[in-house]
């Protein structure tokens, strides 16, 4: 709706009475309240000479643009103790804040986030496709079953080299214990310090 420019100075400054009487002109009456705003009444378009009226907001609609939740103020304050600190609401879906129990229940149906996900179910990797699973390479073995198992799957190492890996392994736990992942790790490093023995000049 485009105002005129008679009707923009109504709106701003208010009809006055038009009286005969100077008495009755002299009356002191309350101010009146503008239905519109002067910051209400907009130019139609940028550049334009022609005004018009913003589209006004009912109450409701400001209401509802300063409408917090009881969540979002929970907390909102600058230097408050992080929510990593304590739980959000209710119990966490995987029990990370609780060790996994060595021998499990039937009935157990917590997760304790030792449970495969949706990608390592379509994606398995070749350890689980053989059924080797993660508990079965962080189980404490003996020299003999390490020794199997290493000559099993093809890797050939003399008794001392054997040794030698074994009491790297053993001095990576702090009870002596040896695991599978244990001999993976030495294996790897003593081969990465052999290829960099091998790239740098004598």
Partial sequence: MLLKEYEERVIIK??????VNPTEANVEEPEPTLLIKPEDIVLKEPGSTEKTLRTLLRPSDKVSN????T???INAVVGAVPSTCYPICG?????SDIPA???????DRTNYGEEGSAYSLLYPTIFAQKGV????FFKTRSKEEIAEILCNIGVKLSDEEFENVWNLASKKHHRG????????NVLD????????KCKTPM
């Fill in 91 to 95: 119990v966490p879906t995987i029990r």
């Fill in 177 to 184: 214990e040896v695991c599978v992942e244990n001999i993976r």
């Fill in 101 to 107: 129990p060595r021998i499990r229940r039937i009935s």
């Fill in 14 to 19: 208010g009809r006055k009475p038009d009286c």
């Fill in 71 to 73: 969540s979002s103020e």
């Fill in 66 to 69: 300063y409408y917090k939740t």
């Fill in 189 to 196: 490093e003593l081969r990465h310090a052999d290829r960099i």
């Fill in 133 to 136: 699973f993660e508990r079965d």
